[in-house]
């Protein structure tokens, strides 16, 4: 279905038959839901729109019966059609893209003006030009249409016509004086500039706006600025997202006489100095010359005929008399440097505009560096190259912003589609070639890269071609070790333009990258040099320092490095190096992928073999997916020894997990290995974790000394993630002892240190820490904002563990304000988890939740259940706090008042003893228990 609102209403069917709809009403109603463009209008609005201060005396039920008449009218033209109305909450809305005003649109910021002025059939939304709905969207349309006639070829015809509609538009008056000024009417333009003067005073009492005076000055002394360029080429279409560059580009030609371009091949730099052009300009295209036709190229530009066989006086003579920029576009090629300093010493005039791949290297030079787009305008350009509405993000970011390559692949979408389109980039060089228009070299993208390598000297083509072995970015270091060749020769391509600079790294675009390996096969060097890069890169990983100091350095620097190492072929070596950054980080998917990845390749070093199976059993202890992480943990100890890191690592990744009496008999051997050896490091790291193994028995006095004594020793190391580790039980602590200010605190400075560290699993559970805060202080909207937000945070990281701990907040929340569905549905989907990675604290504390969810729903036989599996686990567990809670569980499910209170009073002892009676802020199961048994 196609409408039209450019003129008056217009309705066809895909097959071009006219449609009628019927009633006033009913167009203007279509009218309002075309005006908005797919937004939903609501229903008093749309009453408003159609009847004003007068509306039906059943005004909703009339609305509904002009929109059933709309769809019918709709349906009966062409079936199906109906369904463009839709009604939601929030109103009604018509879902089509096919108006001939978004048509319009594009094509006019697609510079395809000859075509969006021929949908123009007159005043927009002139059925109702009386309705304020419409006045937006008319007033903006008739801009659209101002901007297209002041690019079109025949201006004067165009706003004649539409002054008679706007005859006091000044905007539209400037581009008309303009107009009958470069047809040669400067005597028109300046009565008609009269004429408007009056008609502005008589109608509105105002003299012409700052715009229109300043233009009648410039007529009156025929200002050059008035004038077309005549050697300038009309861009065929807008430029597309390069406001900021083309402001610096401005900015820098008004106060300096040499300014250069520079960029890659097709990065736009010819098309942004056309924008940049004046009346006075002049273009030289230099590509096709040789450095002895460049004086002869010149002076057919200037227009300046000479027989002598010495041009350049001439030239320089010519030049001194005249206000001129001069364009030399493709400049990397030639010798410039000297010409250009000649003639802007001899012209003052003068003021030079050059693009090329490299600067000229005059002192004064002005070099501004024209990057590739950015996602959102590279995505602009190829939509309205294509012609299309949908997801072109892939392609534009494999073509990595490169307008040349976008306009190419942009041609091939007709006959591909866009996902066909992207399916075959991998063949780029094959699919991104036509176009006649350009010149030959920007016919195809190989043709574009192929112009830049031949300017290049051996050495340098050599650099290029190892370079892309590269994966991402790569340091000066990389590039020199991986090449086996000078730093010097990095630089000059990066001034060539063929290696992008920033940050103090360096990368090549996917494209050069593509290319320069087909060089570097050509040249039978990818094997040796792919040797290489695994070799500098496993080097990297080894020396890393991830404890101490130099922790938050290297992690940034390996974080630089990622792509890179996932391009060296899987090793053991590699694996077992990065295992550690991979766990700080976060990235246990990576870790067990290529861990495992690794360990598949037969014939390696056993003990490396035994290290690799560490790593992968503990990175593997919160994910599980069917193993049996006791026995694997046990098993990958008989490999390794008695190797107390080993002993820390499976007891640190299953704390919370496994059976404690195993993991205290792992963490104490650690612990006396530790000491020793004198290995502070590994003796910190051991007592947070047997500090944490201490909460399972609520533990206060031992968490806090091992915590106190951890922290000590990474404090003396200057070692960030051990300072959050050691940390972690302190906050605990202070949240069992109902110390909740000390407890925000903490957690407070650890989401602080753990973001500047870039350790985001540990800012997921610091944050879900600070929602459990927000909860037993009552702030529930802030709770599962926290929660929420850790939450989110742990499945970006595939953290099972973070994820959990997050979610059981969102529950206990939900519980807390009544929302036991929520609540119910939040702690069930993690008792199969829990059950499979052997979490038996987990499963006692969530077989709890959902006894509480049972009883506070009336069903007391299903919360008994649940609590005495509850009861049971826990005390399979030995934590006496957790037996506590199932026995408050079960005081709830009865139905025995005294029997209630005798479980209370159980549990309050449990907890007396333990040294950790509930706080006030936790006492909400057991206040409400108390008072239904004591009614």
Request: charged share 30%; proline share 4%.
């Amino acid at each position: 279905m196609y409408f039209g609102v450019l003129g008056p209403l217009l309705v066809r069917t895909d097959t071009g038959e006219p449609v009628a709809v019927p009633d006033r009403k009913v167009r203007t109603l279509l009218l309002d839901l075309l005006a908005n463009q797919g937004r939903p209008v609501s229903a008093d609005r749309l009453i408003d729109d159609l009847w004003g201060a007068r509306p039906p005396r059943n005004a909703t039920g009339t609305l509904q019966a002009r929109v059933s008449q709309l769809r019918t009218a709709l349906d009966r033209a062409e079936p199906g059609a109906r369904s463009l109305v839709q009604h939601s909450p929030a109103g009604y809305a018509l879902t089509t893209d096919v108006v001939d005003s978004n048509i319009f649109e594009q094509q006019v910021r697609a510079g395809q003006i000859r075509q969006a002025l021929q949908l123009w059939r007159g005043q927009p939304y002139a059925d109702v030009l009386d309705h304020e709905f419409a006045r937006p969207a008319r007033e903006r349309l008739e801009d659209l249409y101002l901007t297209a006639v002041e690019h079109s070829d025949d201006v004067l015809r165009h706003t004649t016509a539409l002054i008679r509609q706007r005859p006091l538009d000044e905007r539209l008056h400037a581009v008309h004086l303009k107009a009958l000024y470069r047809a040669g009417r400067q005597h028109e333009a300046l009565d008609r500039y009269a004429e408007l003067r009056t008609e502005l005073a008589e109608e509105l009492g105002a003299d012409p706006g700052p715009e229109l005076t300043e233009l009648h000055q410039a007529i009156l002394r025929h200002d050059r600025s008035l004038r077309r360029s005549a050697t300038l080429p009309a861009p065929l279409n807008d430029l597309v997202g390069r406001e900021q560059t083309l402001a610096d580009a401005r900015q820098l030609l008004d106060s300096n006489r040499l300014v250069t371009l520079v960029g890659p091949g097709g990065v736009g730099k010819t098309r942004l100095a056309l924008e940049l052009g004046s009346p006075d300009a002049c273009l030289v295209e230099l590509a096709p010359l040789r450095q002895d036709d460049v004086l002869d190229a010149l002076a057919t530009a200037l227009e300046l005929r000479d027989e002598s066989t010495d041009l350049l006086p001439r030239l320089l003579d010519s030049l001194s008399r005249r206000q001129l920029l001069l364009i030399l576009d493709n400049c990397e090629h030639l010798d410039l440097a000297d010409l250009v300093r000649r003639l802007l010493a001899a012209a003052p005039g003068l003021r030079v505009l050059a693009t090329s791949r490299e600067p000229l290297g005059l002192t004064g030079e002005r070099v501004l560096d024209v990057p590739p787009l950015a996602a959102e305008a590279a995505a602009e350009l190829f939509k309205a190259r294509a012609g299309v509405t949908e997801d072109v993000s892939e392609i534009c970011d494999r073509l990595d912003g490169i307008p040349l390559a976008l306009e190419l692949a942009a041609t091939r979408v007709r006959a591909l589609g866009v996902q066909g389109l992207a399916d075959r980039l991998d063949d780029r060089f094959r699919l991104l070639s036509g176009g006649r228009g350009g010149p030959e070299r920007q016919r195809t993208l190989r043709a574009t890269i192929d112009w830049s390598w031949d300017l290049l000297d051996d050495e340098e083509r050599r650099m290029l071609r190892r370079l892309a072995v590269h994966a991402g970015t790569f340091s000066l270091e990389a590039a020199v070790e991986v090449s086996e060749l000078p730093e010097q020769l990095l630089l000059a391509l990066v001034d060539k333009s063929l290696v992008v600079a920033g940050g103090g790294r360096f990368r090549l675009l996917e494209s050069i990258a593509a290319y320069s390996l087909e060089r570097l096969a050509e040249a039978d060097e990818e094997a040796a040099t792919r040797r290489k890069h695994a070799d500098y890169y496993l080097a990297l990983a080894q020396r890393a320092e991830l404890r101490g100091p130099g922790q938050r350095e290297w992690l940034q620097r390996l974080d630089q490095e990622a792509a890179n190492f996932r391009a060296v072929p899987p090793s053991l070596e590699l694996a077992t190096a990065l295992a550690w950054y991979w766990y700080l980080r976060g990235r246990h998917g990576e870790a067990r992928r290529s861990l495992a990845a690794a360990l598949a390749i037969p014939g390696q070093d056993p003990a490396l073999r035994a290290q690799a199976t560490v790593w992968l059993v503990g990175m593997t202890a919160t994910d599980a997916e069917g193993t049996d992480v006791a026995r694997a943990g046990e098993e990958a100890l008989q490999a390794v020894g008695d190797d107390p890191y080993a002993l820390w690592f499976l007891t640190m990744t299953r704390w919370a997990y496994g059976d404690a009496d195993v993991l205290f008999g792992w963490i104490d051997r650690a612990i006396e290995t530790f000491t020793d050896r004198g290995d502070r490091w590994g003796l910190a790291a051991a007592l947070s974790t047997r500090a944490q193994l201490d909460i399972v028995h609520a533990d206060l006095a031992a968490m806090r000394r091992d915590s106190l004594r951890s922290l000590e020793l990474f404090d003396a190391l200057d070692d960030d993630w051990g300072r959050l580790q050691a940390t972690y039980t302190l906050i605990v602590a202070a949240e069992i002892s109902g110390d909740y200010p000390t407890a925000a605190t903490y957690l407070e400075e650890a989401v602080r240190h753990a973001e500047d560290l870039g350790l985001w699993t540990e800012v997921s559970f610091r944050t879900a820490g600070l929602g459990r805060i927000a909860l037993l202080t009552g702030d529930y909207a802030r709770a599962d904002e926290l929660h929420e937000q850790a939450r989110r945070l742990a499945v970006e990281q595939s953290n099972k563990s973070a994820e959990e701990y997050a979610e059981v907040g969102l529950g206990l929340t939900a519980r807390r304000q009544g929302r036991l569905d929520d609540a119910e549905r939040h702690f069930s989907k993690w008792l199969d988890w829990l059950t499979q990675v052997g979490g038996t604290p987990g499963m006692a504390f969530i077989s709890n939740q959902l006894g509480f969810v049972a009883e506070q729903r009336g069903d007391y036989a299903t919360a008994r259940t649940l609590h005495e599996r509850g009861l049971e686990l826990a005390r399979e567990v030995g934590d006496r706090r957790a037996v506590a809670l199932a026995l408050e569980g079960l005081a709830g499910a009865t139905e025995d008042p005294g029997r209630a209170l005798s479980l209370l009073t159980e549990a309050a002892a449990l907890r007396q003893q333990a040294g950790v009676p509930l706080p006030p802020a936790e006492r909400f199961d057991v206040d409400r228990i108390t008072s239904r048994a004591r009614r």
